[in-house]
């Protein structure tokens, strides 16, 4: 009924307020006649415009007619000190915007990175696990059947392996990236189509029994012209003729963190882009990567122990490929095979820092709130003497913290916007596809950046709290004398402790750089067993251009050759896989002659097929036994060289030349030790690997890697122009070093170093006109005990000390307290820190230096600034 | 300011209340009354007897409409509702109560 009633007021409140005012002017009247003195009744009857207030306030206690009132004098206020207003937005829209555009790539990457994908909320990446090794492995095609038959938690399950193809349509060949997907893909994720179909079911069984393909709608866009009637056409991919069958709608990228896809074809094709043998009827291959969407209401644990159980039974129906091989579950923003999963600890880190900028920024506000409270002190004693009381004034006071954040907050969201994209800047970039890493702005980052606009508010709302609640009416008349060695002055502690905050979360992200950056290095100094200069890489793609083996063996040869030939060359030498690449190393089932191995592990190791020459090329020290030698080919004895890490382990200190080992069934003869080297991660241990020859395991479309020392640009050309002569319609991927291939595989940790570097720097700003803020500030409050100082004799030096002292005390405060914080939080970085102490004194002794200096020149000015003083004239104003 | 304000707390809203018995009254007429029933001792001014009026209003107990004054001037006269008549006496009954403890506790000192 209340409610009712306050309604009806505040809808009516103008007339109302008439009807108070007129029957209060009656009763005055009626006074007047009464006592006949104007001025008596006028005394009697007390102050009407606050009864009128208050009549008004027992209906519409919040005031939300006040508000508008409020919202009118902030900006009145904010107009009135530009100078204040435009550094406190833009202090609050730099905290603001690095929290929403963190809060967008996070929603883009980690938890909706999938454009038009339905219940991305029950998707979760599934893969492999071997006993005894990190990490995961893929997921064979059979294992699969087998999960998808007996997983009764599952909605469905999605097979996506990403592969690549050079599109050759007209007179453009372009590289382009594709899926190789299970036939319910299309289906089960929930994108349909805008131009014929996805695949039907059985259009992923049989090798090579389905050459069908969806294509992207941007590919269609710009490569087909839009061309209406594309449904049914050929497109040759890979060598082989594909139906396309479907055009995907505008804006679906497919199901990889990290880069578009342009087009799909079902798993049946995989033999064409994968390489290597029909696979689908193989336990031992395990190459795909899946993705799982678990039905309503089943959580990951649930389906966990169902994958577990049916993965064990696996184990035990088939123990010659499966034994010690689990199944892992992984929520979206975990997942292992793509982007996700290699972004997830930067952006992790980078979620603590920029609460720690917004923080930071807070504070600068707050100070800069606090110094203008003071200046606004007679305004609001004013205001408290004429009877506003203090919920009314911290109202007032809230409202402009309210309006400063907003705008932040609306210049924040800009920001985030304009930085969308700008995380694939930090990543190399790629010759052919483009890697798309978007933030996502959608009401779940709206509604965090609003929140973190209101935490903002209140946060600033504290200090004018803090200062209302001291309006003192008496002690506000009299002048308030502060000082930079009295220290005891009301405010300062409040001043004081904000730049001690500022001071130590800046050096506690200072510290965070430094190890990073440290770790960065010590990556880069790594040695990788490989020569890193001097030994280019690149590829052509003869698998797109439809090469069978035996032309390809042809092709190789004639390239070889035709490169030696160039001047300048040291050697050259063919591999299926690059180390530090995406592309994954073959990888199988061993057994060594002699070696048990534990009675539930197959020991699995990759290798990798190499022509005669690649470890001289690649400076991979032999350590005894020969290379592979041309003679090395179909028909000659099986060989292989196998690394140190895996002599040690399965020959145990035997000299393992001349043993044998098994793979595939097939028993190969051990010729060589090489030295271990990288394989995967520039960050992995040691661990086993060995080569075989190419031609004994031939697969078309290798890698060329070429020892020389003229530069890329130089062999580029002449590379492009020999492939060129051997066949027209061939062109060499981009040719790079395998220093740069490093610097791609570790671009993680360099993304994440530049993002820490660039909060870091803004964060130290912040800080530094957080300090110099108050230092002036300080020096001007002070100004008379200063000029005190100077006519008492303290000459300029001593009072420069006294001030910069002032300033160091509370910048070492703001050190000591982030180092702290630092030793105890650093370790939370584990992840990205390589061979890095959280420690590490370097990395302190360097954030303290940049502090240092920091300080050092926020405080100078304006202690400077004291000694100039003319303290005749400062003390007779 | 009137002395209303040395009131215990809730008893201008009982006494403005009790004025209305009789029948309705304007503000200056509430005031009046209650100047004149106390022997001058209870001067309510507008700044406590109009915010009391609102709160009466909102709490449903009065309400009011424009009538003519006695001298044939516009005046809001305010009216006891039912809901009100059964609020003074709960209050008349707690504030007898209440005098009896006072009397008590002063009797004893």
Known sequence: MRLIRRLLYFFRQRRQADELAEEMDFHRQMLEQESGDRHAASRRMGASTLAREDARGVWLPLRLDSLWQDLRVGFRMLRRSPGFSILAILCLTLGIGANAAVFSWIEGILFRPYPLVAHQERLLAITGTARGEAGHTDISWPDLLDLQKNCTLVDAFIVTKIMGTTLSLGDRAERTIGSIVSANYFDAIGVHPILGRGFEPGEDVGSNAHPVTVISYQLWQSRFKADPAIIGKAQRLNGIEHTIVGVAPQGFLGTFVGWGMQFWVPASMEETFEGGEYKLEDRSARWIESYVRLKPGVSLQQAQREMSAVAQRLETDFPATNRGRGIKLWPLWQTPFNNAGTLLPTLGIMLAVVVFVLLIACANVGNLLLVRSFARRHEMTVRVAVGANRSRLLQQLVTEGLILSALAATGGLLVAHWCRHALVLLFPARAGVAMTLPGEIDWRVLALSAGVCLIATLLLGLVPAIQTSKIDLAGALKSEMSGVVGGGHGKSWLRSGLVVLQVSLSFLLLVGTGLLMQSLQRIRNLNPGFSTQGVLFTAVDLRGAGYDPQRAKTFDDELLERIQALPGIDSVAFARSTPLSYGSFSSSPIAVDGYQPPPDEQPTVQYNQVGPGYLATMGIPLLSGREFTRADNETALPVAIVNDAMAAQYWRGDDPIGKRLQVKGKWLQVIGVAKVSKYQSVRENPKPFFYVPLRQDFSVGANLNIRTRLPAETIATELAREVHALDANLAPYELITLQEQIDRSTSPQRVAVTLLGVLGGLALLLATIGLYAVMSYTVSQSSRELGLRMALGADASKLLRLVMSHGLALTAAGVVLGAAVALASTRLMGNLLYKVSPRDPLAFGSAFLVMTVAALAACFLPAWRATRADPARILRD | ?109
Request: charged share 25%; proline share 2%.
């Open chain 2, 1 to 109: 300011m009137g002395k209303g304000n040395d009131l215990l707390p809730g008893t201008l809203d009982m006494l403005v209340l009790s004025s209305l018995t009789r029948g309705a009254r304007h503000g200056y007429g509430i005031a009046q009354h209650l100047k004149k029933i106390s022997a001058d001792v209870l001067d309510v001014g507008e700044s406590s007897l109009y915010p009391a009026l609102q709160r009466l209003m909102l709490n449903g107990w009065v309400t009011s409409e424009w009538g003519a004054s006695e001298n044939n001037r516009r005046a809001r006269y305010y009216k006891l509702t039912a809901a009100g008549r059964k609020q003074l006496a709960a209050e008349n009954k707690e504030f007898d109560r209440m005098i009896v403890a006072i009397q008590k506790v002063m009797s004893c000192a």
